[in-house]
């Protein structure tokens, strides 16, 4: 190879080199200023209340009907949910119940309890009808009620008297004298002592 074409090659092909070595560093550079990409968000799972639960049939008895169990009262299932991130509680009750239970339970100056669509009487004038109401603003609790407690379709079977200014509901099956109950809301109670 002749030097002039060396020495016109060399320059050229030099020039070449940096310029494509210099493209090369822009486009790192870019890619530098340029942020990754974002992470996809994260999905946090739900909390899970912190719901504790006791099955001693004594202590929901007691808190259930403010009053300690008479030795005829003969608890089969209870089961008492308490959320203390909020307060709300809940209860489930199943037991044969003593005669005296019974009749205070029928008695609306005890407990306040009817059977549904019935009115309460008004000396004053006629009443609206029974419409059940929950005490306060306490959230449902999970999960459910206990596999043990009768869901609706059973209710035909059984006498059911509610309360109209708390969540409290008897069902009582008078062929075998078998008594559920439950109720919930918020804040404390104490039990019956």
């Known amino acids: 190879m002749p030097s002039a074409v060396k020495n016109s090659v060399l320059p050229v092909l030099l020039v070449a080199v940096l310029a494509a070595s210099a493209c090369r560093r822009d486009e790192r550079n870019e890619n530098a200023d340029t942020p990754p990409p974002p992470a996809p968000p994260s999905v946090a799972p739900a909390p899970v209340p912190t719901t504790t639960s006791t099955s001693d049939h004594t202590e929901v008895f007691r808190r259930a009907f403010w009053r300690q169990p008479a030795s005829a009262d003969r608890i089969l299932q209870a089961e008492r949910r308490v959320n203390p991130d909020n307060?709300?509680?809940?209860?489930?009750?199943?037991?044969?119940p003593s005669p005296e239970l019974l009749a205070a339970l029928r008695d609306p100056d005890t407990f306040g309890l009817l059977p549904p669509g019935k009115v309460y009487p008004d000396p004053s004038g006629p009443s609206p009808e029974f419409t059940p109401t929950r005490r306060g603003s306490a959230p449902p609790l999970q999960p459910p009620p206990p596999a043990w407690?009768?869901?609706?379709?059973?209710?035909?079977?059984?006498e059911i008297l509610q309360?109209?200014?708390t969540g409290l509901t008897i069902l009582h099956r008078a062929t075998d004298n078998m008594l559920f109950a439950t109720d919930s809301g918020s804040g404390f109670a104490p039990p019956a002592r």
């Open 87 to 96: 307060g709300s509680w809940q209860w489930f009750i199943q037991l044969h």
């Open 149 to 158: 407690f009768p869901d609706e379709s059973a209710f035909p079977d059984f």
């Open 163 to 165: 309360s109209p200014s």
